[in-house]
């Protein structure tokens, strides 16, 4: 009995960590396709630009983790805007297939680079001092990181939710995001909105990139290795939904966690069954509009 339950606290305590890094890196693409309705296959190699400048930062110029984190989050949201403004664009309103095409062209482009700046090997990160103790948990011990991921993760929530419900560009994103067309009748400006939502959503996949570094690694398949992850979240979540995304990550990252624990052949079978399940009962999501 005891055996069983320090199981199901490691369980859960390791999949609410990886759901945590799901969460961060999905809910950017969330809100965006919810907002432009762009099918944005490159959103992982904007999580993968986020991992790969992690490690340039703490590793080749020695900053210091928090400054390195931030500042590789911030370059990526950065770097996104002219990104937008010279490709996105251009596709806006357009066939879905179209959409596809650029994005992922997009992410082999990305693949591509990384594997010649950085090589096909597997990268790590060192990290600082206090996240290499231990934490306990239930009379279990586990990484100090993980802990570390699931604050963030749930700061990131509260955050979002905070900035989408209880302020006026918030409002605007809800707006947008349910009518376009009246949003823009009422005098919001849609084209920067789009800006400033799509660097918000590339950062926040560059900090989930991030996060993923010492707790999955780093190698340039990152970009499509997770994406299909993120996209069963958002499926789940629906679209341009914080507490989608939310909910969606935590059940789908406890689930495959428990899938690869306890049975590591099928696990995945586990993570579409959920997915069937949930959208043939509500299509649009479990937040998202039926």
Do not use: C
């Amino acid at each position: 009995m005891e055996h069983a339950v320090q199981a199901a606290v490691s369980i859960l305590f390791d999949g609410i960590a990886y759901s945590m890094v799901l969460f961060v890196m999905a809910v950017g693409l969330s809100v965006t396709m919810g907002l432009m309705g762009v099918i944005n296959l490159a959103h992982g190699a904007f999580a993968m630009a986020g991992g790969y400048l992690t490690v340039t930062f703490l590793g080749n110029l020695g900053l210091p983790f928090l400054p390195g984190l931030v500042l590789a989050v911030l370059a990526v949201g950065a770097a996104s805007i002219p990104i937008e403004h010279t490709l996105y664009v251009r596709i806006y309103n357009r066939p879905h297939l179209d959409q596809v095409l650029l994005t992922i062209g997009v992410t082999l482009m990305a693949i591509a680079v990384a594997t010649y700046a950085y090589g096909p090997s597997p990268l790590s990160i060192k990290l600082p001092a206090f996240l290499e103790t231990q934490v306990g948990v239930f009379g279990r011990d586990f990484p100090a990181y993980r802990a570390f991921i699931i604050g963030v993760g749930v700061l990131a929530f509260l955050a979002l939710w905070a900035g989408f419900e209880r302020t006026m560009l918030g409002a605007k994103i809800r707006a947008a995001v349910d009518n376009r067309a009246m949003a823009e009748a009422a005098g919001v400006n849609t084209t920067r909105l789009f800006t400033l939502t799509f660097a918000l959503g590339s950062a926040l996949a560059a900090l989930g990139g991030a996060l993923a570094v010492d707790l999955v690694g780093l190698t340039p398949r990152f970009a499509l290795q997770y994406l299909v992850l993120v996209l069963i979240v958002v499926s789940i979540g629906g679209f341009g939904t914080i507490m989608g995304a939310f909910a969606a990550s935590l059940m789908i990252g406890v689930i495959d966690n428990a899938g690869r624990y306890l049975y590591p052949e099928g696990s995945a079978f586990f993570i579409y069954l959920v997915v069937i399940l949930v959208l043939v009962v509500r299509p649009g999501g479990l937040f998202g509009r039926a």
